[in-house]
């Protein structure tokens, strides 16, 4: 018997560097296939969303949505019901709603308070 311990009894050789180089280059290829597929599909997909969200609303559509967002700038002060955004008028939620030129003065008036606090 021999005094010598082994880990692994009867494997004695490195492994061979030419299929340690060739398992390395084909996983960097097959990432960068991968990475790069990813990133087209990203790139396509945002197109698509671009497509349907924008460019292929008609003009009504987008005076509509115009108009209901001037109202809401404009509207008197109280409470309004409005449709929850992306429930496809299912649902709807109670809004307070101010005129802008009421908003911007709220917010200056704020502002000042918040500078003489500082002061």
Known sequence: MTSVYEHNPGDHEDPVPSSTWMVGIVGVIV???????????????????????????????????????????????????????????????????IPIESAMELVIQEARVARQEEQ
């Open 31 to 97: 990432l960068l296939v991968t990475i790069f597929g990813l990133t087209a599909l990203l790139y396509r997909a945002s197109g698509d969303e671009l497509q349907e969200k924008v460019i292929s609303r008609s003009f009504e559509e987008v005076g509509d949505l115009r108009e209901s967002q001037e109202k809401l700038l404009h509207h008197e002060a109280g409470r309004i019901e409005r449709d929850i955004p992306g429930t496809e008028g299912k649902e709807q939620e109670d809004v307070f709603v």
